[in-house]
């Protein structure tokens, strides 16, 4: 796939938002006041409740409202599974320039863009914030008779199709991509993989304790605690160093000499045509949301890192992301998609 450049109008609009940001006067046609809500907030949240990106948008929503960031106004969360998230993309779309409507920034929807399994461009929309640096772990069934992960690309490598690896929401998303990756390093034919995709992390962890599936690929929130109740066996992180707390036993793939790391980010997204005050509102607001100790600790207690990177950075990460993806899956081949 071959992304499409940005018009022209696009890039205008994001310099401008950008020298605002910089702290550069600049006076705007829409918005010469600022901007703050005056009705309830809709969270669009393109996947089913249950998994990591659930957890953090809802985490979001919780600090928005607890901290009082939102002038009174109640943040409403909306699931809308289906499509790669395309369905809730579109509701973004439906509501552009107006900033009473967040949706959920991930790697993820980067990863379907360019695979071809999100039929959207995420450069229509405009990331505002980066809050959580999530680790990918691969993971089986405690009962499981694998017991490392030099044992199952041992497996795969003998047969690829041997295991049901499960991944949410879709094949060719990160969490696909995440294990990918390193098993072809590793010498494993991952075009004939036996991926099983699900709705959510949940629905596809639940599976992996009933015993429906052998291999589970999933981030923190939602494997780490089967782990740590003695359901589940964290096999490899696909973080470049080891995790702390629950995670600090966890081998990474490049421990094991394939260097192969993967890395989602989780943040917010506008909608298409909001201003620079608007993003400038929501940048603040979400800025104090990654500094207060109750979303530090929700995100930590999952295993993985909060951070907080603005609007600059993450329409940066953005066209980064998207250009080491295309490499990526071209690498990849067949086993991607």
Sequence with gaps: MNPRHISRRQCLQWV???????GIPMRSNAQTKGFA???AISYHIGVAAGGSVDLYARGIKQALESLNLVNGQPVVPQNKPGAAGLLALQAMQKARGDAHHLGTFHTGSIAGQVTGVLKADMRDYVPVSMMVEETTLVAVGAESNIRSIEEL???LKADPTALKI?????R???????IAKPLKMAGVDVSKLTVVPFRSSGESVTALLGGHIDVVVATGPTITPQAQAGKARLLVSCAAARGTGPLADVPTWREKGIAADYVSY???LLPPGVDAEQIRFWEGALMKVAASQPWRELVEKSGNRPIFKGYVD????LQRELQETQELVASLGAGAR
């Design 172 to 178: 060719g998303l990160n969490l696909h991509l995440a």
């Design 266 to 268: 989780n943040g917010v």
């Design 166 to 170: 499960a991944v949410a929401p879709l």
């Design 37 to 39: 809500p005056t009705s």
């Design 314 to 317: 993450s329409h940066r990460y």
């Design 16 to 22: 401008a938002a950008g020298t605002a940001m910089a």
């Design 153 to 155: 690309v041992a497996r």
